[in-house]
Nanobody, 126 residues
């Protein structure tokens, strides 16, 4: 069983930066892909960054150039650096992991991931 614990959320002004972290407490060796999703009130869960076991990454256009995902092998931690934040980035952010085979390429769908963290709130407001 994979256990994921997120941290690093908070409040920031537009144009600011935040760094989220997700520690994998169990099951790292079984994971083929990890990702960050977000969900704002009344909206569907949306993928914002993907990191696969072959170190490839993928981002949707909405965050490309602003968000960067990375993995710290020594700490079994997935990080998300978010720069140039906008009010529309406000949401609860979730870390996710997929055990087994890689998800199909160039997509970030919640249904592809089978382990989830508890979420951390990010608020971008002046």
């Amino acid at each position: 069983q994979v256990q994921l614990v997120e941290s690093g959320g908070g409040s920031v002004q537009p144009g600011g930066s935040l760094r989220l972290s997700c520690v994998v407490n169990r099951g790292m060796s079984t994971i083929s892909s990890m990702a960050w999703f977000r969900q704002a009130p009344g909206k569907e869960r949306e993928g914002v960054a993907r990191f696969d076991s072959d170190t490839s990454t993928w981002y949707p256009d909405s965050v490309k150039g602003r968000f960067t995902v990375s993995h710290d092998n020594a700490k079994d931690t997935l990080n998300l650096q978010m720069n140039s934040l906008k009010p529309e980035d406000t949401a609860t952010y979730y870390c996710a992991a997929k055990r087994g085979s890689l998800p199909p390429p160039s997509r970030l769908w919640p249904v592809d991931y089978n382990s989830w963290g508890q979420g951390t709130q990010v608020t971008v407001s002046s």
